[in-house]
Nanobody
Framework: QVQLVESGGGSVQPGESLRLSCVAS???????WGWYRQAPGKQRELVAV???????KYADSVKGRFTISRDNAKNTAFLQMNSLKPEDTAVYYC???????????WGQGTQVTVSS
């Protein structure tokens, strides 16, 4: 079965950067990728999406600071997070889709903490 494994989370100070990675295994190539995040007491929200035509979409709160990208050969997606703010603190989840009907797979989540 398909499995997504996220890495790159951690604790940083405001203004610093992190890069999250998400690797898909299971022998199936992913077609679309997204990153969600969920902070304590808040609804899970979409952060960024990259589609099969390489178009992207970002939440207003991260535009200009975050960049989503993919490496199709490695079946891996990335989220480059610059100029991090305390309000970016959350568990970040990788999502990928494949096949007819765009079946979704979710990663286990990785914690990002931004504080001084």
């Amino acid at each position: 079965q398909v499995q997504l494994v996220e890495s790159g989370g951690g604790s940083v100070q405001p203004g610093e950067s992190l890069r999250l990675s998400c690797v898909a295994s299971g022998g199936i190539s992913m077609e679309g990728w997204g990153w969600y995040r969920q902070a304590p007491g808040k609804q899970r929200e979409l952060v960024a999406v990259i589609r099969n035509d390489d178009s992207t979409k970002y939440a207003d709160s991260v535009k200009g600071r975050f960049t989503i990208s993919r490496d199709n050969a490695k079946n891996t997606a990335f989220l480059q997070m610059n100029s991090l703010k305390p309000e970016d603190t959350a568990v970040y989840y990788c999502v990928a889709t494949y096949g007819v009907g765009a079946v979704e797979c979710w990663g286990q989540g990785t914690q990002v903490t931004v504080s001084s």
